[in-house]
């Protein structure tokens, strides 16, 4: 069983930045690749961004390819997301979980319980 913790939520000017924190349980935590989600409200769940285990490959939804970094620091069991230039359409409860594949189908087998973030213009 593994516990996600997301951190860093909040509201933001549209321009601006936040980085949001996943911390993980367990000890194998840097033996799984790991994924952040987003929903807005009326929408469905969708990709934002993934890792692999080692950090070495990234891979990133459209919408926020050059705006959003994903890292992971393997030491203290978490995984972050960086987002930069954000936007109105941004404003979503993000989500970390756990996935098998770095593309679609993601094949999440655990989920944070979200963060939200909200931009403001």
């Known amino acids: 069983q593994v516990q996600l913790v997301e951190s860093g939520g909040g509201l933001v000017q549209a321009g601006g930045s936040l980085r949001l924190s996943c911390a993980a349980s367990?000890?194998?935590?840097?033996?799984?690749?790991m994924g952040w989600f987003r929903q807005a409200p009326g929408k469905e769940r969708e990709f934002v961004a993934a890792i692999n285990w080692s950090g070495g490959f990234t891979s990133y939804a459209d919408s926020v390819k050059g705006r959003f970094t994903i890292s992971r620091d393997n030491a203290k069991n978490t995984v972050y997301l960086q987002m930069n230039s954000l936007k109105l359409e941004d404003t979503a409860v993000y989500y970390c979980?756990?996935?098998?594949?770095?593309?679609?189908?993601?094949?999440?087998?655990?989920w944070g319980q979200g963060t939200q973030v909200t931009v403001s213009s």
């Open positions: 367990g000890r194998t935590f840097s033996s799984y690749a």
């Open positions: 979980a756990v996935v098998r594949r770095l593309v679609a189908p993601y094949e999440v087998s655990y």
